[in-house]
Structures are given as C-alpha cells and as structure tokens.
C-alpha cells in the first residue's frame, strides 16, 4: 500500500575518519524513501531548487519513487555538511543554509491524499499537520519524527499534531525532552497521553526499543566491523520499519517487531557507505538475508 513522507530534500557535505564527500544527495525524506522503496510504492513531498539536476532526480527515480510531489522552487536546494569524529555517535553540524527549504509550504498532489500510510518527517509540526489536513482519507496509520529545535521552540504546535500520530519515532534525548523525564518507560507514559499509542526510540549503534501500550520490544543494531558514515541511519531505519508496515498491510503486534527488525537492517546497509550510495543498488534479496542474520544474532533458548 502506498507510503507518503514529506521531508527534507538536501544536498550533504559529510566528512567521516573515512573520507569525504562534497556534495551528495541527501534529506530525510530521501533516505526515508530510497528505504522504504525496498518494500512498498513510495510518494515523496518535499522541495528542491535550480541546482537539483536530473541525475540527482534519477536516483530517486530509478527506485519507482513517486516524485509528483516534489516542488521544484527558484533558488538553491537545502544544504547540510556535517562532520564526524572517531566517536561516530557524535555529529558536529558544520553548515545549515534552508535556502528553498525555508520556504516550503508542503502541497499534496490530488493523487496522494488517499496515502493510507504517512510519515511526517523532521520539518515544523505545523507543516506536519497541514500535511494531515490535506489527507482526503483518515490514514491507516501516521508517524513522525521531529528534532530538539521544534520540541525547543514549538512545543504546543509539536503537542497539537502529536494528537493526529500514531507512533512517534525519536532518539531518546528527544524523549526526554518532549516529556522532561528521564527514565525513558515512565517518558513514554507521558507520550502516550499525547497522542501516539507507540513510541519507537531510536538508538543508534545501541539499535532501538519499542515502547506499546502493550509491550516492549528491542532490537540491536546490526553488528558492523566498520561504520563509514552514520548520516541518514535514523531515517532509514523508519523508512524500513513503514515501507515494511505498509507491505504487510495489517498492523498487529508482531508486524509491529517485525518492522522493527527491518528498520534496523536497512539502516545498517545505510551506514557502510557514504551518503545514499549503499541504498541506491540495495536489494530486498540482501535485506531478508541479513534479516535471518539478525534473528539468529537475538534468538537463545531457556
Ligand atoms: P539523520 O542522520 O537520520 O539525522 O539525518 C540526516 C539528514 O537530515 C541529512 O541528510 C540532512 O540533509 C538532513 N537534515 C539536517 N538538518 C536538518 C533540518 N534542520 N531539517 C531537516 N533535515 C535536516
């Protein structure tokens, strides 16, 4: 069934301890698409400029994304460099300029606004919720993901839309912050009288736990000898985890550690190369083969 993300469309300058890239594509919304088009029909919102060339479209393309949905405005495309140190899990943003971005006012195409499946990437929450609105259909289910500067600085318009979402996909500084507790069991109580009924926390090299009103449920990240760069991870792992729901079409308790399992594999293909460039020739092939990997990696007898 068809999955919509609206996000970030970017161009990223990353350096790792194992090289650098001047310029390549990036944005939440394409890591969250290139993952989740493993699984399912994807329809990406977003915005780009002048400078975002047909090869760049292409990559997208080539993975059957929908790009109906992608604005093309006047001006220069989103763009983020980031640096990163032996410590991979800390990332010093180096340069943020919104350029088009700071404009987007996200429009969905007629043909999208039956989506039954929808992510709400890390823009402001009230974009998120326009999103929402234009939606002809109550979708089947919707997540989120958001980020210290709107939990920062729109807290009530963040509280407004979090009463339309389903699961909240955030690491856990972010959920500490959004519910000032600590311990991350007793911040997703807080959560829940929020809005969503499920709170995924994204871990990086520590994987990620699911917290239901019903049970919990962790998974590791996918043990790797080398980390080349870490950008992108989180939103591949959603992209896997909603691709994955989208594919399965019901959403029941297992499906639900299902795409959890998912989510962590795609995001460890991510990470083994620079930018998007692992997710451009991965394979579902590859991805349920390292899925068995992972199942023997957590399965013990008692
Ligand atoms: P992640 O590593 O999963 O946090 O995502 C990295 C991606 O987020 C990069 O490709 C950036 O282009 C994008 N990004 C960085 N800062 C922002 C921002 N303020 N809003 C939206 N996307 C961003």
Request: charged fraction near 25%.
């Amino acid at each position: 069934m068809s999955l919509l993300v609206v996000g970030s469309v970017a161009f990223d300058a990353i350096e790792t301890p194992h090289g650098s890239v001047p310029r390549t594509l990036g944005g939440a919304a394409s890591y969250f698409a290139l993952a989740a088009s493993n699984f399912t029909p994807v329809r990406l919102v977003g915005v780009v400029g002048e400078d975002f060339g047909k090869q760049d479209e292409q990559i997208l393309r080539r993975r059957r994304i929908d790009l109906e949905g992608l604005e093309r405005a006047h001006g220069k495309t989103f763009f983020w460099a980031g640096r990163y140190n032996q410590n991979m899990n800390e990332r010093t943003t180096l340069v943020t300029e919104l350029n088009v971005f700071a404009e987007f006012n996200p429009k969905l195409p007629e043909s999208y606004r039956d989506s039954p499946y929808i992510f709400l990437a890390n823009i402001d929450p009230t974009l998120q919720r326009s999103v929402l609105q234009q939606a002809r259909r109550k979708p089947k289910l919707v997540a989120l993901d958001t980020m210290n500067y709107w939990i920062e600085r729109t807290p009530a318009e963040l509280r407004e839309t979090l009463k339309h979402t389903q699961i909240l996909m955030i690491n856990d500084d972010e959920t500490r912050q959004i519910t000032g507790e600590h311990n991350l069991l007793r911040a997703a109580k807080h959560i829940f009288k929020m809005g969503p009924k499920t709170l995924v926390i994204k871990r990086g090299e520590h994987g990620a736990l699911m917290v239901h009103n019903r049970f919990l449920f962790s998974v590791p990240a996918f043990p790797l000898e080398e980390v080349h760069d870490p950008t992108g991870a989180g939103d591949s792992f959603a992209g896997g985890f909603m691709g994955y729901l989208a594919s399965a079409g019901s959403i029941t308790d297992e499906s639900l550690k299902r795409a959890m399992v998912y989510g962590s594999v795609v995001g460890s293909f991510t990470v083994e190369r620079f930018g998007v460039d692992r997710l451009k020739t991965l394979t579902r092939r590859e991805i349920e083969a390292r899925a068995k990997l992972f199942s023997r990696l957590t399965a013990f007898k008692l």
